[in-house]
């Protein structure tokens, strides 16, 4: 008996000792882990290799440019207010989710809102 037969019966010792499911688990893990890499090689060759980058947010909010005919709002306004209340609000605000659909008052620019008795909302960062 040589050395690789001798090996083949610890082989075959071994693998028996192995119940179904954990055989079973292995060949699903290592064929999970070889088509991921075998993704990532051919992703490399592609030249999709992108580099993550992390963007620090502006501590101001976003401010949308007010322009004359833009459309934002259902009802075609960039600022929105209620008929019964004093200030208006951006369209994605707490306060103007709170707003009726019936209710709402929408104006294209600060100035229609203010030129009505408007006042900009205090919970709404970017008035």
């Known amino acids: 008996m040589g050395i690789i037969p001798g090996l ?56 949308l440019p007010e322009a004359e005919g833009v459309v934002l709002g259902a009802s075609g306004g960039q600022y929105v207010a209620s008929k019964s209340g004093k200030s208006y609000h951006l369209p994605w605000c707490s306060g103007a989710k709170l707003i009726k659909e019936e209710n709402k008052i929408w104006f294209s620019t600060k100035e229609e809102a203010q030129a009505r008795g408007y006042t900009p909302a205090g919970n709404c960062p970017g008035l």
Do not use: Y
């Open 8 to 63: 083949e019966e610890q082989g075959k010792h071994l693998v028996g000792r192995i119940s179904v499911d954990w055989l079973i688990l292995a060949i699903i893990l290592l064929s999970a882990s070889g088509a991921f890499g075998l993704g990532f090689l051919a992703g490399k060759e592609a030249g999709t290799d992108t580099e993550l980058k992390i963007i620090e947010a502006a501590s101001a909010p976003l401010e």
